[in-house]
C-alpha cells in the first residue's frame, strides 16, 4: 500500500474520530455536564498528542485543514458555552434579586 493511500485512510478514521467527539462535546453543552465535557476533551486532547506523533500524517494538508476545521468547530463551542454562561449568570442575578425582594418583606 502507498503512503498516500495509507495517509488517506488514516485522515479518514481520524475525521470520523474527531466528529464522534465533537457530536459527544455538543451533548454535553447542551445538557450542561460540564465534567463529562472535561472528560471528553482530555480524552480529545490525548487522542490529537497520539496523532501529532505520526510524522506521516502530522505533515499532510489534507491533516492540516482538518485541525483548521476543528479549530472552527472549537470556536463555535466556545462561543455556545459563552452564551449559556450568560444565560445563567442572568437567572442567577434575577435570584439574587428575588431574594432581596423577599428579604425586604420579611
Not at 450542561?32 to 490525548?46: G, N, P, T, V
Request: aromatic share 8%; net charge negative.
Amino acid at each position: 500500500m502507498s503512503t498516500l493511500t495509507a495517509s488517506a485512510g488514516n485522515i479518514q478514521q481520524t475525521k470520523a474520530i474527531l466528529a464522534s467527539y465533537m457530536i459527544e462535546l455538543e451533548r454535553c453543552i447542551l445538557n450542561a455536564q460540564w465534567e463529562i465535557l472535561s472528560d471528553i476533551l482530555d480524552k480529545r486532547q490525548h487522542y490529537f498528542e497520539m496523532l501529532f506523533a505520526d510524522p506521516e500524517l502530522a505533515n499532510t494538508a489534507e491533516f492540516s485543514a482538518l485541525i483548521k476545521q476543528v479549530f472552527e468547530e472549537d470556536n463555535t463551542m466556545i462561543n455556545k458555552i459563552m452564551a449559556q454562561k450568560a444565560v445563567i449568570e442572568q437567572e442567577r442575578l434575577g435570584l439574587m434579586r428575588s431574594r432581596q425582594a423577599a428579604k425586604a418583606y420579611e
